[in-house]
Nanobody, 119 residues
Framework: QLQLVQSGGGWVQPGGSLNLSCTASGSISSMYSMDWYRQAPGKQRELVAAITRPGVISYGDSVKGRFTISRDSAKTTVYLEMNNLKVEDTAIYYC?????????????WGQGTQVTVSS
């Protein structure tokens, strides 16, 4: 079992910056990826950024060059630095952890954090 607790987010004007963090607890050794997703009203949840246990990073096309995912040395906290935010970045952002126990894969989600970009 994993528990994910998110913090950060809020409101910012277009062009501004916000940071999110997500801390995992529980069966940390079973995690093989920590990701950020977002879901805007009326839209499907989409991948924003991901970092695998070995450190391979990927981004969704819409955030490349503006968002940066990173993590602490213990690999229990993942961060999302969001710069040059746009109105279309407005969404609820979710932390996700993928874990494997034996041959079974598990998906864990944080509580979600609202990010609002508006003038």
């Amino acid at each position: 079992q994993l528990q994910l607790v998110q913090s950060g987010g809020g409101w910012v004007q277009p062009g501004g910056s916000l940071n999110l963090s997500c801390t995992a607890s529980g069966s940390i050794s079973s995690m093989y990826s920590m990701d950020w997703y977002r879901q805007a009203p009326g839209k499907q949840r989409e991948l924003v950024a991901a970092i695998t246990r070995p450190g391979v990073i990927s981004y969704g096309d819409s955030v490349k060059g503006r968002f940066t995912i990173s993590r602490d040395s213990a690999k229990t906290t993942v961060y999302l630095e969001m710069n040059n935010l746009k109105v279309e970045d407005t969404a609820i952002y979710y932390c996700n952890a993928d874990a494997r126990v034996g041959v079974e894969d598990y998906d864990y989600w944080g509580q979600g954090t609202q990010v609002t970009v508006s003038s």
